[in-house]
């Protein structure tokens, strides 16, 4: 569903209670006796209020609110109120358990009642129809067949689709439990649930997420939950106008608001389009097993009877290459030979035969598709009679 949002109140649609409760204290926004704040480089003054870490400890969730004082591109002032929060985090204290759409209603009234708390009042109707600036779609892919995150990501870190996807740089972290598609508005992540709730208690810098602090008992839970793993994926839209774009290209033209955003067929389809954009990249080749040259030329041949022997040859070299370095080394390789090289082999491998292995892609796209809700105690209870019955 839906993990990190960001909603983007103009003036107007919300009133400080307690200007203190901020940092700077919103008192010098408006209020001349309490001394104007100079402009910063941008012609911006911004006061923050954040969660504590030791309110994240004790359980405390809250959003992260920046007020912004700035000139618009009218020439004229305006104050508006971003509030960035994890939704799960702020129902569940966690975000593994996952929410639908009938929680929507339950989401807004807790919202409202902390913000009122943090000092900050705002009628429901902005808050339901609040504009979005940002906005984290996820889904949690829970692996119960002695498989690990590792397996799948793996396997994505060999594809190149940089180009397609108009991303400009790749992360890898944490030993490669953590694999990173960036661009300057969005992001597309995947990583190993339990091993960055592992990597928080280490540091906070170290994981993927914000606030972890607050779930860090979760990992706890999960590691005894064997053979219980987790792999997360998360498609960051960090624009309203990607957003937008997104919207457009999955067929759900709204306008992205809280209430339009918050919404199972919308985070299903944007989570489907860019797992059918990366499979895009995925070569064929890559398709069939290879657990030694032996095992992979047998199943190539079986399923390729009419090629010939030197192609067959050359896709064994291949194969191996490319299990081992990934394409984006081996065009790094190849490059002094031209571009041309690359797409010529790709050409030749989409005539190859469909092989019977199990592709990287069917259990991410089947529970994308199924978009059942992960909860936790329904995962316990699940094992527990499984221990019972075996």
Not at 199 to 212: L, V
Not at 273 to 295: F, R
Request: some cysteine; proline content about 5%.
């Amino acid at each position: 569903m839906i993990d990190t949002i960001v909603l983007t109140l103009k003036t107007g649609m919300y009133t400080i209670l307690e200007p203190d409760k901020f940092s700077p204290s919103t008192r010098g926004l408006t209020d001349a006796t309490a001394g104007y704040y100079r402009l910063g480089g941008r012609s911006n003054i911004t006061c923050k209020q954040n969660p504590t870490p030791d309110e994240l400890k004790r359980g405390i969730y809250k959003p992260r609110l920046t007020v912004t004082k700035r000139i618009n591109r009218e020439g004229n002032f305006e104050t508006p109120l971003k509030i960035e929060f994890s939704i799960p985090k702020l129902i569940y204290g966690n975000n593994f358990d996952e929410l639908t759409d009938a929680d929507f209603p339950a989401v807004t009234q807790k919202l409202k009642i902390i913000l009122k708390n943090m000092g900050v009042y705002l009628f429901e109707k902005y808050l339901i129809n609040a504009p979005v600036s940002a906005v984290h779609y996820s889904k949690n892919i829970v692996l119960t067949d002695y498989t690990t995150p590792y397996t799948y990501i793996e396997q994505l870190t060999k594809l190149n689709i940089n180009k397609r996807l108009d991303t400009n740089r790749t992360d890898f972290r944490n030993e490669g439990h953590s694999f990173k598609y960036r661009a300057n508005s969005f992001e597309i992540v995947f990583y190993d649930k339990i091993k960055d709730l592992q990597q928080a208690k280490i540091s906070e810098k170290r994981a993927e997420e914000k606030d972890n602090a607050l779930q860090l008992d979760l990992f706890d839970i999960l590691i005894r939950q064997k053979p219980l793993e987790v792999l997360r994926v998360e498609i960051r839209l960090n624009k309203r106008q990607k957003i937008n774009q997104i919207l457009k290209l999955i067929g759900k033209e709204v306008e992205p608001t809280f209430v339009n955003l918050f919404n199972q067929d919308t985070a299903k389809r944007v989570l489907l389009h860019y797992i059918n954009e990366i499979e895009e990249a995925y070569p064929p080749l890559l398709t069939y097993q290879y657990d030694s040259p032996k095992k992979f030329f047998t199943g190539f041949l079986t399923a390729n009877p009419k090629l010939k022997l030197t192609p067959a040859l050359k896709m064994l070299g291949l194969r191996a290459l490319l299990d081992e370095i990934g394409i984006r080394e081996f065009r790094e390789m190849t490059k002094r030979y031209g571009n041309s090289i690359w797409y010529s082999l790709n050409k030749e491998m989409k005539k190859l035969g469909k092989t019977d292995e199990i592709s990287v892609f069917s259990l991410l796209r089947k529970q994308i598709t199924e978009f059942v809700p992960v909860k936790l105690l329904a995962i316990q209870n699940k094992m527990l009679n499984n221990v019972k019955y075996n």
